[in-house]
């Protein structure tokens, strides 16, 4: 069974700081895709970004980053320069061959002025 | 462009009746859409999945005859919760994708919270 675990279900951090959210997700599949969505108090479910875990190189965007290490199954998210509008809740997220998403529990962020 | 429309955005209503939620694809076709249910800091739970001329799959646990899923066009899925009652109460969310890649990411409505008195 394919499963998405976030072991830190909640985390603040000072704006202007870099936070990294940690996720980690277990398949046989070798051919798959992995998202970080954000769903701020509105609830609506942002795409932040994605990675094919064919390509070795990690995936950008803007001030988002991960750090995917396939052999570890492991997909990190690192926002650098933290936003107060980056508030909300942050779900890791895996799908393969079937389309259904897996996501996990979620990690809540805060970020403090 | 990849929007997808999701109504309505809140319903209160009486035990025992039925609610339909809709869900827009409003500038592509999808020929599959996802059915989500989210209750107070969970993640989400993936209920049904909605294929275009077809019969809904519904996750284990899920009742097809309670939540009744319609796929009838590219751009529309409905989900009716039929005679609900108050544990049905909860947050609705529909995905959608644009295109068959998988590479493509699924684009979410903006949910439908359900209230049942």
């Known amino acids: 069974a394919q499963t998405v675990t976030q072991s830190q279900p909640e985390m603040s951090v000072q704006e202007a700081e870099t936070v990294t959210l940690s996720c980690t997700y277990d398949t046989s599949e070798s051919n798959y895709y992995l998202f970080w969505y954000k769903q701020p108090p509105s609830r609506q479910m942002i795409l932040v970004i994605r990675q094919e875990a064919y390509k070795q190189q990690n995936a950008t965007e803007n001030r988002f980053s991960v750090n995917f290490q396939k052999a570890a199954k492991s997909f990190s998210l690192k926002i650098s320069d933290s936003q107060l509008g980056d508030t909300a809740m942050y779900f890791c997220?895996?799908?393969?061959?079937?389309?259904?998403?897996?996501f996990g529990k979620g990690t809540r962020l805060h970020i403090l002025p | 462009g990849a929007v997808v429309s999701q109504h309505p955005s809140w319903v209160i209503c009486k035990s025992g009746t039925s609610v339909k939620i809709e869900c827009r694809s409003l500038d592509f076709q999808a020929t599959t859409m996802f059915w989500y249910r989210q209750f107070p800091k969970q993640s989400l739970m993936l209920m049904a999945t909605?294929?275009?001329?077809?019969?809904?799959?519904?996750e284990q646990g899920v009742e097809k005859d309670k939540f009744l899923i319609n796929h009838a066009s590219l751009t529309l899925s409905t989900l009716t919760v039929t005679s609900a009652h108050p544990e049905d109460s909860s947050f609705y969310i529909c995905?959608?994708?644009?295109?068959?890649?998988?590479?493509?990411?699924?684009?979410f409505g903006d949910g439908t919270r359900l209230s049942i008195l």
């Open positions: 909605s294929n275009e001329g077809s019969k809904a799959t519904y």
């Open positions: 995905s959608a994708r644009n295109g068959a890649d998988g590479n493509q990411p699924q684009h």
């Open positions: 997220a895996f799908t393969s061959r079937d389309d259904k998403i897996i």
